[in-house]
């Protein structure tokens, strides 16, 4: 089984425009993603912001619940908030992982796109880290899709209309289900 | 297939010690389950609370992304919102749904519970609609998990220390994907 981790990028995401921006950390984003992600026995969550003032934030959150008085109130909380990596930029990620798989995540199809069942026999066998990466606001701009190793197939809808309008938090625990669940 | 909706029941719930309790309406329980339940095909979305003031602040939620000004800047919000049904009592969601079978969501194994696959062939055959029930606070109180038709399998952690502390939201978005997403 190979080493799994997350990353959450605030930057370079698009707007619903397509133009990349940056985007704020969302309190729960950290929550349910860390909770998600220790559940599913990944080693890191790597939070993404370009801006001091909002890793601050971030950093803040993260006390609270691993040494505040959010641990002393609901320690299993802490656990899952102590696994978060707060840092600039995705090189940092993937520095900090060594050389890492880098897979993308993206509501949009891609013809190359990498199948569950596929990317669970990739993690069962021997390799680098994986470091699965989800895009906050309308996704991960173009320079990230495209250095990746692989991109995973889109979580499809199972309506005649094909909406599709999950949370990156709901995307996220629904791919670490699907590549990491016990079978 | 069958008609299936979901249900967040913030009374009677468990707190930390096992005690019943109401717990309060969380903004983001509300439209990340509303995305994950409308995405997966659901036809309803029941937010359960006895006290009006917290209806009337769910209303409001509602109201804004259907309606207002947050249906305007983010017009993919309002079908997923649209199907939220707000009421006072489970009694209340099942009778909306005429005589619906009830199927309660617990992280605590169950030794009759529902398996996954048993509940996908289920939805696939005729019956009566289905209603997926979600606890807030530490999970539904023994008296609604009494009254359920079937108990669903606990999502289970691949971990070896069995750490599980999904959020409701993730927890959610999980077993409508494992019970509905096209295969």
């Given at each position: 089984?190979r080493?799994?981790?997350a990353?959450l ?12 921006v ?7 984003d ?9 559940t599913y ?6 939070i993404?912001h370009?801006?001091?003032?909002q ?7 993260q ?5 505040g008085s959010?641990?002393r ?5 802490s ?5 978060l ?5 995705l090189e ?11 897979w993308v ?8 796109s ?5 990317a669970?026999v990739?993690?069962e ?7 699965i990466?989800?895009g ?7 320079a ?10 889109p979580?499809?809808?199972?309506r005649?209309?094909g909406?599709?309008?999950?949370s990156?938090?709901a ?9 990491l669940?016990?079978?």
């Amino acid at each position: 089984m190979r080493r799994v981790a997350a990353a959450l990028v605030h930057y370079p995401v698009l707007d619903r425009g397509r133009q990349v921006v940056t985007t704020a950390i969302t309190n729960l984003d950290l929550h349910d993603i860390a909770r998600s992600a220790h559940t599913y026995g990944l080693s890191d969550y790597f939070i993404i912001h370009p801006i001091a003032a909002q890793r601050e934030l971030a950093q803040r959150v993260q006390d609270h619940w691993t040494a505040g008085s959010g641990a002393r109130r609901i320690p299993d909380r802490s656990p899952a908030l102590g696994s978060l990596r707060i840092v600039s930029a995705l090189e940092d990620a993937i520095s900090a992982l060594g050389e890492p798989e880098v897979w993308v995540t993206s509501a949009q199809a891609d013809k190359e796109s990498l199948g569950f069942a596929d990317a669970r026999v990739r993690l069962e066998s021997e390799g680098p880290p994986v470091l699965i990466v989800f895009g906050t606001g309308w996704g991960l701009a173009p320079a990230v899709l495209e250095r990746a190793a692989f991109q995973l197939d889109p979580v499809r809808s199972p309506r005649a209309d094909g909406y599709n309008h999950l949370s990156v938090r709901a995307a996220a625990a629904i791919i670490f289900d699907r590549l990491l669940a016990p079978r």
